[in-house]
């Protein structure tokens, strides 16, 4: 079935260190892929989307390539900051089971 | 333009008791979703809705979990009666029609968090 395998945290940084986060999928037909932030007792907020193979997402500094030979979507930042401390979680969406599957979440820390 | 409003955002319960969630989606999405994000994991779909009537209910509990969307807008989420497993936070999503994977996904709400003691 459709999945979502995302690296398993937590990950601390300091700040202005390069980030990295993979996540690659599993689905059938062609996904539309994602990342959603949660910061501390908040809801989900898309960060950035891809929906077709090569397109690359950006928002606030982020990253990511929808890779299909690989199945990835790795989250990319150059220069990270404390305020980017929250759980970040890779989704994909399949037109087929028309339903989003989301990871489990990684969570970023990023000192001062 | 306003957000999912949920409500409440805090519940503690003893188990067997019952409870009941509130969503309110963004105006014009036809799509509804509740979800639920137990600690350390990603968000598991429940029960999706598309207008007033159910897409898909295959995860949710039916023993003792019921949803329902009136008039295809707000939706309420109830647990009768509540485990102690059930200690979670119960995202409720908005989408719009059809387009989850093209007009930029879903639009989630704040959550209810809740603890059954």
């Known amino acids: 079935g459709d999945s979502v395998t995302q690296m398993e945290g937590p990950v601390t940084l300091s700040e202005e260190a390069f980030l990295t986060i993979n996540c690659t999928y599993t689905?059938?037909?062609?996904?539309?892929l994602f990342w959603y932030v949660q910061y501390p007792g908040e809801g989900l907020q898309l960060l950035l989307k891809a929906t077709k193979a090569d397109d690359k997402g950006s928002n606030k500094g982020f990253e990511a390539t929808y890779r299909k030979e690989t199945t990835s979507f790795h989250l990319e930042k150059g220069s990270v900051q404390v305020s980017d401390s929250a759980v970040y979680f890779c989704a994909l969406f399949t037109n087929t089971g028309n339903q989003f599957y989301f990871g489990t979440g990684t969570s970023l820390t990023v000192i001062p | 333009e306003a957000g999912v409003a949920q409500s409440p955002r805090y519940k503690i319960i003893e188990k067997r008791q019952s409870v009941a969630f509130w969503c309110n989606p963004i105006?014009?999405?036809?799509?509804l979703y509740w979800y639920q994000q137990i600690l350390g994991q990603g968000p598991k779909l429940l029960i999706q809705?598309?207008?007033?009537?159910?897409?898909?209910d295959s995860q949710l509990p039916k023993d003792r979990f019921s949803a329902e969307r009136l008039k295809g807008v707000d939706s309420t989420l109830k647990i009768q009666p509540a485990k102690l497993e059930d200690s979670a936070v119960y995202l409720c999503?908005?989408?719009?029609?059809?387009?989850?994977?093209?007009?930029?996904?879903?639009?989630f709400g704040p959550g209810t968090r809740l603890l059954v003691l």
């Open positions: 105006s014009g999405h036809a799509t």
């Open positions: 689905a059938t037909g062609y996904p539309s």
């Open positions: 999503a908005s989408s719009l029609v059809g387009s989850g994977g093209v007009q930029g996904g879903q639009y």
């Open positions: 809705f598309q207008n007033n009537g159910v897409v898909d």
